[in-house]
């Protein structure tokens, strides 16, 4: 599934020219695309750069939901839950063709969970205020074997169904990236910003680097917004190169299971875990997706690897909940995404806040930081508000909040049965570049099933070579890379 069609070569014919803008964003995840939406729906001038692949980092390793965020109840967070139900209700208004509503199942072990839980859920209800898809209800033991058909049964005295958000979140970045083409953004990948230009001590633009050709550009800009993730501290320095670090990164990793773990259309949510987690097994993509962990790190890695503690951390948990333990064998892909938690405290990351920060340096740099994908609108609105101040453009009201998404074209291939033509529509809707590209972020093949994404790198190297002007060096080099990144996926 794609959104309609992105131009990368008409993207980069108005920065070659010398295009002035209002908006530049740097960062192509969840936050930049929702902000070029958001922006160049008000009328501004906007460009988008991101140096890798559009969802590349952070935004194509979620754990695939838009929630309100249980566990913030039980840490006293009602606002923050609050404020998440309401942009998820407007995620499944506005993006019926990549969010949709996902039951899930907790399951309780006595009369004391039943209620804690129950009560808990129905707090949950209410702070959707009547915008819950499904109310929650308590079930019977039986009830609860029934709609999780693999659950073990023994202690078991019921559960407690509720409702939530689940999205195909790649396919979400690249249909905001479309939906802000249509109001007239540019948006680039593989540009790198390699420096901030200033006047007077005032950022006012940036200098670009086509990562594929190596051709540079200079751009001015009236505001230039940093919305880049966990690499937010990178870029400040570009701006201020002794400026503290403000990220505290974590790591949550996931497991890509068959689907004969979890059968059926409900999900299994693990109200904690042995680190103070919520843990959920997912059926997803025809096949069961378990995550996250939550594990500080100290580098900053641009393809985050799981850790085999991780990996044995989520196999060992899904193995006291279902009747048949899952080993690293059943592991069909694992995958990690680093959290760009915002810097405030010490201890645990899970203990840190998901709000988002938005910091505007002297030199007029505006940097957003924090939050979560469910929130990643009212994050936009936020720092585009901010930096119209900052740029001093004309004030004009946000209209994503009712802003209904282009709905994917359909094809043939799924990531299962890929086609050279499927192939084709890649590079020619979203701007696929790579093989990478392809089987990771527009087909999802690598996450559903690593070896299998391999037997079809081939296929995707020739079709992309063919419809890029690409030699057979390129080819090979693009083979050998997938490659490597697919034993990557594998425990």
Known sequence: MFPPEMNRADSSARVAAGESWDVVIIGGGATGSYAALDAASRGYRTLVVERGDFASGTSSRSTKLIHGGVRYLRQG?????????????????????????RTFVVPVFSGWEKLYYGIGLKVYDLLASGHQPTPSRLLSKAEAAAALPTLRTDRLTGGVRYSDGQFDDTALVLALLRAATEHGAAVLNYTAVVALRKEAGRVCGVELRDEETGATHAVT???????TGVFSDEV????????ATTIAPSQGAHVVLPREFLPGDTALMIPKTSDGRLLFVIPWQGRVLVGTTDTAVDKIARAPVPLAEEIDFLLEHAALYLTRAPTRADVLSAFAGLRPLVRASRG??????????IRVAPSGLVTIAGGKWTTARKMAEAVINRAAEVGALPRRVCRTESHALPAPELFAGNGDNLTAADVVACARTSMARTVEDVLSRRTLALYRDARGAGELAPLVAATLAAAHGRGEAWQ??????????????LP
């Open 221 to 227: 800009a009236r505001v230039v917004i940093n919305a």
């Open 476 to 489: 090979a080099e693009q083979l050998a890379v997938f490659r490597a990144l697919v034993r990557q996926h």
């Open 77 to 101: 967070r009602p606002g923050l839950v609050r404020a998440s139900l309401r942009e998820r209700t407007l995620l499944l208004q506005n993006a019926p063709d990549y969010v949709h509503e």
């Open 348 to 357: 645990k990351t899970s203990a840190l806040s998901r709000d988002h920060v």
């Open 236 to 243: 400040r320095r570009l701006d201020e190169p002794g400026a």
